[in-house]
């Protein structure tokens, strides 16, 4: 039986939500694309509690933050995927439920209204370009919901794994690479530089030979700081 268009939306919708929790380190229990008439939804995943341990209410920890932005991405990302794979088909009921939560976090974060809506410019944003990093995980998991209708949260992760696993391993694997060859390119252009300042500091330390622990950690320090430099001045010229 072919899928309707209502059903193709849902299976994006609900494909969002669950590959941005899987990129997360949230785990899935399970994803549906069965209307439930009783609550009114077409779909729907269901996933760990992320604040086991935590108060929104009152605590704004680091650790309770990082949860709280986890959990309003998660909710974002069904709409940014329904939208991605249909503008037509959004609609702005859709994902209410979503919605009213994100709102209360942002508010409890963003102290007001005013710092709500910025907070969650920047999530949003953040969530488009999960959705468009991993779309060819959300396109799989939405096939394999369109064809079994309910799924497990073990097999959408072997669907991720299974069917664009190698192809995401291979694209981290030369991204680590690149990495890794940026900061030997630092290291060998700050090492020459830095050597005569770090002979003064041993020196003064009365140490006879050089610490090299000492001469990395520096080393590392000051190419960290010189590539995140470049970082923002990069972000600086396309404002």
């Not at 069904?78 to 979503?98: E, I, L, M, T, V």
């Not at 664009?164 to 990495?179: F, R, V, Y």
Request: aromatic letters at 6%; one cysteine or more.
């Amino acid at each position: 039986m072919t899928a309707t268009a209502r059903e193709k939306a849902t299976a994006y919708h609900e494909s969002g939500h669950a590959v941005a929790c899987h990129y997360l380190g949230v785990k899935v229990k399970s994803a549906t694309v069965v209307p439930d008439k009783d609550k009114g939804t077409h779909g729907h995943v269901r996933y760990e509690k992320m604040f086991r341990g935590l108060d929104p209410e009152i605590d704004l920890s680091g650790r309770a933050r990082l949860q709280m932005e986890r959990n309003i991405i998660i909710s974002l990302a069904g709409a940014a995927a329904q939208r991605r794979y249909s503008k037509q088909s959004w609609r702005h009921y859709h994902g209410a439920s979503d919605f009213d939560a994100v709102a209360d976090l942002a508010l409890r974060i963003g102290g007001d209204s005013d710092g709500a809506n910025k907070f969650l410019d920047w999530l949003d944003h953040r969530t488009d370009q999960l959705v468009k990093t991993r779309w060819q995980d959300i396109e799989c998991v939405a096939r394999a919901l369109l064809e079994r209708k309910t799924m497990k949260g073990s097999e959408i992760v072997e669907v991720i794994t299974g069917e664009s696993g190698t192809t995401l391993q291979e694209a981290l694997k030369k991204q680590i690479t690149k990495e890794a060859q940026r900061r030997q390119q630092w290291t060998e252009v700050l090492t020459p530089i830095l050597s005569p300042a770090l002979e003064k500091i041993e020196q003064s330390m009365g140490l006879k030979s050089p610490d090299q622990k000492l001469r990395s950690s520096i080393v590392s320090a000051v190419r960290r700081s010189c590539m995140n430099l470049q970082v923002r001045r990069a972000l600086q010229r396309r404002r």
